[in-house]
């Protein structure tokens, strides 16, 4: 059955980077693109950005780029996503989402489980 | 502030039929097809409709989107108390040189 098994949960100071890995099972990695979807603690949804497992192009957000770095190792079906020079507001849940096998789908059925990234000095 | 608007709050009995509105603009729910997804408190959001008005299988057929112009509906038949949850449409804004995939503000429903 299709997963994805995300990292646990991290604790970094103000200015630090911080990386989460999401581990992709039960289907074929290259042929569906991944998106970073997090949340904010009681606030809403809000998307990072998309990278296609197949070729390792990704698309940030406006917000994030420059900030953000989605990458993928084909050989372990990992997409990891990298935030730097953090901040408090950064303190969310990360989620990953598999998309469609076309750029132009959103996140769909398939989640992970999320990750706390709580940015605290 | 979100790009698109839903109501923060929304409220039915059992059986009833509710619905969430979504607006957008001309570069977002304009030119492009809506997602909605539901969240309960303390899990990944699950996806319930994809491309306006298509239903993922295993979603129950009481659930049914709808897209007009720039605004986009979710409709919840027969309601029931596990529906109690946050809804959020989302699509595409087109308005930047980059397409960024856009999330509304949620609407919490409440099932009296």
């Known amino acids: 059955q299709v997963q994805l098994v995300q990292s646990g949960a991290e604790v970094k100071k103000p200015g630090a980077s911080v990386k989460v890995s999401c581990k992709a099972s039960g289907y074929t990695f290259s042929t569906y693109y991944l998106h970073w979807v997090r949340q904010a603690p009681g606030q809403g949804l809000e998307w990072m950005g998309i990278?296609?497992?197949?070729?390792?192009?990704?698309s940030y957000a406006q917000k994030f780029q420059g900030r953000v770095t989605m990458t993928r190792d084909t050989s372990t079906s990992i997409v990891y996503m990298e935030l730097n020079s953090l901040r408090s507001e950064d303190t969310a849940v990360y989620y990953c989402a598999r998309g469609g096998d076309q750029y132009g789908a959103g996140p769909k059925d398939y989640w992970g489980q999320g990750t706390l990234v709580t940015v605290s000095s | 502030q979100s790009v698109l608007t839903q109501p923060p709050s929304a409220s039915g009995t059992p059986g009833q039929r509710v619905t969430i509105s979504c607006s957008g603009g001309?570069?977002?729910?304009?030119?492009?097809?809506v997602y909605w997804y539901q969240q309960l408190p303390g899990t990944a959001p699950k996806l319930l409709i994809y491309r306006s008005n298509q239903r993922p299988s295993g979603v129950p057929d009481r659930f049914s989107g709808s897209k007009s112009g720039t605004s986009a509906s979710l409709a919840i038949s027969g309601l029931r108390s596990e529906d109690g949850a946050h809804y959020y449409c989302?699509?595409?804004?087109?308005?930047?040189?980059?397409?960024?995939?856009?999330f509304g503000g949620g609407t919490k429903l409440t099932v009296l």
């Open positions: 001309s570069s977002d729910i304009g030119n492009n097809y």
């Open positions: 990278i296609n497992p197949s070729g390792g192009s990704a």
């Open positions: 989302a699509t595409w804004d087109d308005s930047l040189s980059s397409p960024d995939w856009v």
